[in-house]
T-cell receptor, first 111, second 116 residues
Framework: DAKTTQPTSMDCAEGRAANLPCNHS???????VYWYRQIHSQGPQYIIH???NNETNEMASLIITEDRKSSTLILPHATLRDTAVYYC????????????FGGGTRVLVKP | GAVVSQHPSWVICKSGTSVKIECRSL??????MFWYRQFPKQSLMLMAT?????????EQGVEKDKFLINHASLTLSTLTVTSAHPEDSSFYIC????????????FGQGTRLTVV
């Protein structure tokens, strides 16, 4: 699986958009970009995934660059409950769909 | 979304005893489940892939005789930590894919194991 690089931590203001970057420069053509988050002492929660087109759902938007070497997760209006560790993962379809977690970004939403 | 349930949520056991953790897919059948371990302030580390009706596939460095995995049905996988020691204290998490291509994985709520 391709590795991902994320900032260790970031703060954002409640009510503002939070933009979480992720680099995956070695991503291959059949790998999707997945985002999960983990709130303290809970199991990870799926947020969104995409291949090359931008995606949006009720939780977030995913912007993938044209060369697919990086992506940005956007939380449009961060709330205090969005405080969590956010993981960007690229996933090999053929490898039993396993997810390999990197260090993630610890996001603290402040009032 | 699909629901994956783990039991128990937390457990305290004495050193040298064995502990079983269950992972159930409540509203779908999962031919493959995954077991992760997470130490404080660290990321999730994949321990093994649990395959229904066959032997689990363990990641490098994970002792298969210590972490016994059984996946006897399409909705249940179990992880047994045998002869537990304090260094096995950790947060254990399972996940399962809803059948399909590139669907999201759903995770259980995790089990906090403390060995005293």
């Amino acid at each position: 699986d391709a590795k991902t690089t994320q900032p260790t931590s970031m703060d954002c203001a409640e009510g503002r958009a939070a933009n979480l970057p992720c680099n995956h420069s070695t991503i291959s053509g059949n790998e999707y970009v997945y985002w999960y988050r983990q709130i303290h002492s809970q199991g990870p929660q799926y947020i969104i995934h995409g291949l090359k087109n931008n995606e949006t759902n009720e939780m977030a938007s995913l912007i993938i660059t044209e060369d697919r070497k990086s992506s940005t997760l956007i939380l449009p209006h961060a709330t205090l409950r969005d405080t969590a560790v956010y993981y960007c993962i690229v996933r090999v379809v053929a490898a039993g769909n396993k997810l390999t977690f990197g260090g993630g970004t610890r996001v603290l939403v402040k009032p | 979304g699909a629901v994956v349930s783990q039991h128990p949520s937390w457990v305290i056991c004495k050193s040298g005893t064995s502990v079983k953790i269950e992972c159930r897919s409540l509203d779908f059948q999962a031919t493959t489940m995954f077991w992760y371990r997470q130490f404080p302030k660290q990321s999730l580390m994949l321990m093994a892939t649990s395959n229904e009706g066959s032997k689990a596939t363990y990641e490098q460095g994970v002792e298969k005789d210590k972490f016994l995995i059984n996946h006897a049905s399409l909705t249940l996988s179990t992880l047994t930590v045998t002869s537990a020691h304090p260094e096995d204290s950790s947060f254990y998490i399972c996940s399962a894919d809803v059948p399909g291509v590139n669907t999201e994985a759903f995770f259980g709520q995790g089990t906090r194991l403390t060995v005293v």
